[in-house]
């Protein structure tokens, strides 16, 4: 079994910076890529960033140049900055992380979810 325990979402103010945090612990072994998703009221979850453990970045079209991703593979943590919020931003934010298991089969555990809002 793996739990991921994810920390840091809230309110903020248009503009703002955040960082949400998602620690993973328990049964962990070949790990693919660990991954940020989010979901707004009424809309379906969707892709924001990842990470390899090699340190390859990938970052949502929607997010770039204001959301960074980044991990400590020590800790098995991953973080999400966010800067320059935008009220369309306000969503639970998912941690994900996708193994692979001795006989190559694929293993994704998720998060809780973190609200994160921004508004005025």
């Known amino acids: 079994q793996v739990q991921l325990v994810e920390s840091g979402g809230g309110l903020v103010l248009p503009g703002g910076s955040l960082r949400l945090s998602c620690a993973a612990s328990g049964s962990i072994f070949n790990i693919d890529h660990m991954a940020w998703y989010r979901q707004a009221p009424g809309k379906q979850r969707e892709y924001v960033a990842a990470?390899?453990?090699?340190?390859?970045?990938n970052v949502a079209d929607s997010v770039k140049g204001r959301f960074a991703i980044s991990t400590d593979n020590a800790k098995n943590t991953v973080w999400l900055q966010m800067n320059s919020l935008k009220p369309e931003d306000t969503a639970v934010y998912y941690c994900?992380?996708?193994?692979?298991?001795?006989?190559?089969?694929?293993?994704?555990?998720w998060g809780q979810g973190n609200q994160v809002t921004v508004s005025s």
């Open positions: 990470i390899s453990p090699a340190g390859t970045t």
């Open positions: 994900k992380i996708l193994m692979y298991d001795p006989n190559n089969i694929p293993d994704d555990n």
